[in-house]
């Protein structure tokens, strides 16, 4: 602003570059050009893969459908053990939803008998004693779905929520 009270709208000068040669006047170097040569690492066409992962592969993708096969058929294997444990998670997953589950439903029922008069709340029950068992469900069969796609692939991933709990060591 200036002392008048207006914007000073001109632009600003800028500071004087340092004046370089040009190319063929004296004092003008060649550029040299910068070569960065990326980092040569001897790649495989086919990956090395850990033989107890190959090996127990399929017994790994079972531990999510019943936990104990790949704890009794290969107890030594982390790789099948790994995922048997990430299977329990999923099994106690199935069990939780079928109590919460039969508790709402029952719930919803005793409720919807009880709040006859109040038609909303009685709406209201029986619609979450209905919903929540069938997204518990879903979020079950979710988890199976991921676990069995990383024992398939041959990975050690986490199911998400609740992987990072070890039950089987």
């Known amino acids: 602003m200036t002392d ?3 914007y000073d709208l001109k632009p600003q000068e800028k500071p004087a570059e340092p004046v370089r040669p040009k190319p063929g006047e004296p004092g003008w170097v060649e550029p040299i050009p910068v070569i960065v ?7 495989s066409d086919s990956p090395t893969s850990d033989p107890d992962v190959e090996k127990h592969k399929g017994l790994a993708i079972l531990g999510y459908i019943l936990f104990i096969i790949p704890l009794i058929i290969a107890p030594q294997s982390k790789f ?4 048997a444990n990430q299977g329990l998670l999923v099994f106690i997953v199935w069990l ?6 039969t508790i709402l439903v029952v719930g919803g029922m005793i409720a919807k008998n009880y709040l006859v008069k109040i038609w909303f709340l009685s709406m209201f029950c029986g619609c979450i004693s209905q919903m929540v068992p069938v997204l518990m469900f879903l979020g079950a069969i979710a988890l ?3 676990g069995i796609i990383n024992a398939a692939n041959g990975e050690k991933k986490e199911l998400p929520l609740l992987g990072h709990l070890t039950l089987i060591k």
């Open 96 to 101: 939780t939803t079928l109590v919460v589950g």
């Open 80 to 83: 099948a053990r790994f995922h």
């Open 37 to 43: 040569k990326p980092d040569v690492h001897e790649v």
């Open 144 to 146: 199976m779905i991921i």
């Open 4 to 6: 008048q009270g207006d």
